[in-house]
C-alpha cells in the first residue's frame, strides 16, 4: 500500500500545497489490499484532514504552510491492525502541478 499512495501522480503534487486527501483516499483503495474506507484518518504532519473516511474541518491556512514544507509528513492510519510502514517519495514538476492542481475531488 505504501508504494501505492507515494508513487502515486495523483498523490505526489505536494508542491501544488492542496490538503486534497481524497487522492489519498483513492490511491488507498487501488493498492490492492483490503481496507475499511469508513476507518481511514489521513493526516500532514500532525493536521488531520480526514477522519472516518470522509471531510474533517481544517485550517486550510495551515494545511497550505505544512504543505509547503521541504519535507511533508503524510500518515494514512487504517486503523486495522499494528503494522507501521515509512516510505519516502519526491515531487512532481511544476508542468504537472499546472495542469493537475486546478480542481479538488
Request: net charge positive; with cysteine.
Given at each position: 500500500?505504501?508504494k501505492t499512495?507515494?508513487?502515486?501522480?495523483?498523490?505526489?503534487?505536494?508542491?501544488?500545497?492542496?490538503?486534497?486527501?481524497?487522492?489519498?483516499?483513492?490511491?488507498?483503495?487501488?493498492?490492492?489490499?483490503?481496507?475499511?474506507?469508513?476507518?481511514?484518518?489521513?493526516?500532514?504532519?500532525?493536521?488531520?484532514?480526514?477522519?472516518?473516511?470522509?471531510?474533517?474541518?481544517?485550517?486550510?491556512?495551515?494545511?497550505?504552510?505544512?504543505?509547503?514544507?521541504?519535507?511533508?509528513?503524510?500518515?494514512?492510519?487504517?486503523?486495522?491492525?499494528?503494522?507501521?510502514?515509512?516510505?519516502?517519495?519526491?515531487?512532481?514538476?511544476?508542468?504537472?502541478?499546472?495542469?493537475?492542481?486546478?480542481?479538488?475531488?
Amino acid at each position: 500500500m505504501r508504494k501505492t499512495i507515494a508513487t502515486s501522480p495523483l498523490v505526489k503534487p505536494l508542491f501544488g500545497a492542496d490538503a486534497n486527501w481524497g487522492r489519498i483516499m483513492a490511491a488507498s483503495a487501488r493498492a490492492g489490499v483490503p481496507i475499511s474506507p469508513e476507518k481511514i484518518e489521513i493526516g500532514f504532519d500532525g493536521l488531520c484532514v480526514a477522519k472516518n473516511g470522509g471531510a474533517v474541518p481544517f485550517s486550510e491556512k495551515k494545511a497550505k504552510k505544512i504543505l509547503q514544507q521541504k519535507i511533508v509528513p503524510l500518515t494514512v492510519h487504517l486503523h486495522q491492525g499494528q503494522a507501521e510502514i515509512r516510505y519516502k517519495t519526491c515531487d512532481l514538476s511544476i508542468d504537472y502541478i499546472k495542469i493537475n492542481a486546478d480542481y479538488r475531488s
